[in-house]
């Protein structure tokens, strides 16, 4: 099992950057698939990236490709979302996910999730 923590979020101004980061608990880290996902109120949860166990293959949701990069540190058991180019519509819980298999979108698919960590960007 794989326990996470999310850290990071806040408040900015539209344009301005933040950097989450997500730790995880356990040996076995590297095994593990990780993303992040967001949900804004009064919407559904949505993928934002994912990122394979070794960090070679990544996924962004088309609505922040080139402003958000997802990374991972295998040795330091964390993975990060940086997020540039902020804009109001990114407003949103962020949530670190883990899975024991290969990248997917679906957030069911995912079974281990931090407690999540607002971003709020304003206009």
């Known amino acids: 099992q794989v326990q996470l923590v999310e850290s990071g979020g806040g408040l900015v101004q539209a344009g301005g950057s933040l950097r989450l980061s997500c730790a995880a608990s356990g040996r076995t880290f590297s095994t593990y698939t990780m993303a992040w996902f967001r949900q804004a109120p009064g919407k559904e949860r949505e993928l934002v990236s994912t990122?394979?166990?070794?960090?070679?293959?990544?996924n962004y949701a088309d609505s922040v490709k080139g402003r958000f990069t997802i990374s991972r540190d295998n040795a330091k058991n964390t993975v990060y979302l940086q997020m540039n180019s902020l804009k109001p519509e990114d407003t949103a819980v962020y949530y670190c996910?883990?899975?024991?298999?290969?990248?997917?979108?679906?957030?069911?698919?995912?079974?281990?999730w931090g407690q999540g960590t607002q971003v709020t960007v304003s206009s």
């Open positions: 990122i394979s166990r070794g960090g070679y293959g990544t």
């Open positions: 996910a883990a899975r024991d298999g290969l990248m997917v979108i679906a957030d069911k698919a995912y079974g281990y």
